[in-house]
């Protein structure tokens, strides 16, 4: 069943698109390709990043490495009082990576201790009183010693050692909650964190503060941080690409496509050719936003999944494995992994090692396609203005090309192909030869 709110955002997103998203050219390094560019990678092993809340459990699926917040390893928690600190939490991560072989960590540092805080009293703060103001050692214009700042950065950067590879400036600086400060003031934080990590550590990567690119007021963030010179002092500009939602309004996967463009610009105009990670999203809060069915959920998750790759993200960091609200693709009551979990799995040996070459929109049905070695060829389609209601999916007929024999589902079926036809529906299924 389609409706016109469907149809109408599916055409404005193939308006954008005045050709096939081409995808990923080169993986870490390079700037992000033209789109022609024709020369295309397999997805790596590394594209697939993670985010948990607790070291149990430790996640099932495969995935490279984890992003430690969200994980009562703040800078507030970590150091309690001025030259004092509290490894124990941090610890427990780290132990617990070296223990399943993760060998990729992420750290991002945030959240002013209230000793240190120019606000102590702050009560707006998401995280504890003065935690998202700056510093009391660092001034407005960005001048000052920054001394606590880099105390702890030297710190943890020590303590951790090459277990944390790469580092992100703060969390999501637009949103007042988690920071009051100016443009100049965290462009300083930036700076320092850089110079500290890289005398401790000079093959550690830093990241940008990382905000999401949708809205007029977060972009003005990003232009107003590029323009105070904060996005040299990163190796990559990271992005929190989760699209809008509410109830009545499910999330819709194609936003991330306008996210990245807009970031990209706003790269561009500041001559800031740097690789892209999304560092944090998901489908949005279930239950606020009335998004609880588990086969939109592992829909959305898939069709996010390919968009990210089409657009050159190079690390995608779900949020989160085990979240009761958020992005949750492991049941803790249960012990298993949830439909979006299951469909993690299937999307990540879908992609795993293939090249994606593009994928496009004819009205509401998208194509993407995948090429491997020994000749592997595959389609995957859905159909957004199809739905699932109560552990129901619908679907409509699908010509298929005749070289493809059979199609996978997220639920990991492998079904044959008769008459050329499959039924397609908001879950992207693949087809294979």
Same mark, same amino acid.
């Given at each position: 069943?389609?409706?016109?709110?469907?149809?109408?955002?599916?055409?404005?997103?193939?308006?954008?698109?005045?050709?096939?998203?081409?995808?990923?050219?080169?993986?870490?390094?390079?700037?992000? /390709?033209?789109?022609?560019?024709?020369?295309?990678?397999?997805?790596?092993? !590394?594209?697939?990043?993670?985010?948990?809340?607790?070291?149990?459990?430790?996640?099932?699926?495969? $995935?490279?490495?984890?992003?430690?917040?969200?994980? *009562?390893? @703040?800078?507030?928690?970590?150091?309690?009082?001025?030259?004092?600190?509290?490894?124990?939490?941090?610890?427990?991560?780290?132990?617990?990576?070296? *223990? !399943?072989?993760?060998?990729?960590?992420?750290?991002?540092?945030?959240? =002013?201790?209230?000793?240190?805080?120019?606000?102590?009293?702050? =009560?707006?703060?998401?995280?504890?009183?003065?935690?998202?103001?700056?510093?009391?050692?660092?001034?407005?214009?960005?001048?000052?010693?920054?001394?606590?700042?880099?105390? $702890?950065?030297?710190?943890?950067?020590?303590?951790?050692? %090459?277990?944390?590879?790469?580092? *992100?400036?703060?969390? *999501?600086?637009?949103?007042?909650? @988690?920071?009051?400060?100016?443009?100049?003031?965290?462009?300083?934080?930036?700076?320092?964190?850089?110079?500290? #990590?890289?005398?401790? +550590?000079?093959?550690?990567?830093?990241?940008?503060? /990382? %905000?999401?690119?949708?809205?007029?007021?977060?972009?003005?963030?990003?232009?107003?941080?590029?323009?105070?010179?904060?996005?040299?002092?990163?190796?990559?500009?990271?992005?929190?690409?989760?699209?809008?939602?509410?109830?009545?309004? /499910?999330?819709?996967?194609?936003?991330? #496509?306008?996210?990245?463009?807009?970031?990209?610009?706003?790269?561009?105009?500041?001559?800031?050719?740097?690789?892209?990670?999304?560092?944090?999203?998901?489908?949005? +809060?279930?239950?606020?936003?009335?998004?609880?069915?588990?086969?939109?959920?592992?829909?959305?998750?898939?069709?996010?999944?390919?968009?990210?790759?089409?657009?050159?993200?190079?690390?995608?960091?779900?949020?989160?494995?085990?979240?009761?609200?958020?992005?949750?693709?492991?049941?803790?009551?249960?012990?298993?992994?949830?439909?979006?979990?299951?469909?993690?799995?299937?999307?990540?040996?879908?992609?795993?090692?293939?090249?994606?070459?593009?994928?496009?929109? %004819?009205?509401?049905?998208?194509?993407?396609?995948?090429? &491997?070695?020994?000749?592997?060829?595959?389609?995957?389609?859905?159909?957004?203005?199809?739905?699932?209601? &109560?552990?129901?999916?619908?679907?409509?007929?699908?010509?298929?090309?005749?070289?493809?024999? !059979? @199609?996978?589902?997220?639920? &990991?079926?492998?079904?044959?192909?008769? +008459?050329?036809?499959?039924?397609?529906?908001?879950?992207?299924?693949?087809?294979?030869?």
């Amino acid at each position: 069943m389609k409706t016109l709110g469907l149809l109408l955002l599916t055409f404005v997103f193939v308006a954008v698109l005045s050709q096939p998203l081409v995808a990923q050219a080169d993986d870490e390094t390079a700037d992000v /390709p033209s789109s022609n560019q024709l020369h295309v990678h397999p997805v790596p092993h !590394h594209f697939f990043q993670m985010s948990g809340h607790g070291v149990k459990p430790w996640p099932i699926i495969p $995935f490279d490495g984890l992003r430690l917040w969200g994980t *009562e390893t @703040y800078w507030a928690i970590l150091n309690p009082a001025d030259g004092v600190y509290d490894w124990t939490a941090l610890d427990q991560w780290l132990n617990a990576a070296q *223990e !399943h072989g993760t060998t990729h960590l992420m750290y991002t540092m945030a959240l =002013t201790p209230q000793w240190a805080s120019s606000n102590p009293g702050d =009560t707006t703060c998401k995280n504890g009183p003065g935690a998202c103001d700056p510093p009391n050692d660092l001034n407005a214009d960005g001048t000052g010693t920054d001394q606590h700042w880099k105390d $702890f950065v030297r710190a943890i950067a020590i303590h951790a050692g %090459n277990q944390i590879d790469t580092w *992100e400036v703060w969390n *999501e600086p637009a949103m007042p909650y @988690y920071w009051t400060g100016t443009f100049a003031q965290m462009t300083r934080l930036a700076q320092d964190a850089r110079s500290v #990590i890289l005398s401790v +550590n000079p093959n550690a990567q830093l990241v940008s503060p /990382p %905000n999401g690119a949708q809205d007029p007021w977060v972009l003005h963030w990003w232009e107003g941080y590029a323009a105070a010179g904060g996005l040299q002092y990163a190796d990559i500009a990271a992005v929190h690409g989760g699209p809008h939602s509410a109830c009545g309004s /499910p999330p819709q996967a194609a936003e991330f #496509i306008t996210i990245v463009q807009n970031l990209r610009a706003i790269l561009k105009t500041y001559n800031q050719g740097k690789p892209i990670w999304d560092t944090e999203a998901n489908w949005g +809060n279930v239950t606020k936003d009335c998004f609880t069915d588990e086969d939109l959920q592992a829909a959305f998750l898939a069709q996010f999944y390919f968009f990210h790759r089409t657009m050159h993200v190079t690390r995608f960091y779900w949020y989160s494995y085990a979240d009761p609200d958020v992005g949750k693709l492991f049941n803790l009551e249960t012990g298993q992994l949830t439909k979006a979990g299951v469909a993690y799995e299937q999307v990540y040996d879908w992609m795993l090692e293939k090249t994606l070459t593009g994928c496009s929109a %004819n009205n509401t049905i998208w194509t993407c396609h995948f090429f &491997g070695s020994q000749g592997y060829e595959a389609e995957a389609v859905w159909d957004t203005g199809e739905s699932c209601s &109560g552990g129901s999916c619908q679907t409509e007929d699908y010509a298929a090309d005749k070289k493809y024999t !059979h @199609y996978r589902t997220l639920a &990991g079926e492998t079904v044959a192909i008769s +008459n050329n036809e499959v039924p397609i529906g908001a879950k992207p299924i693949l087809l294979v030869k």
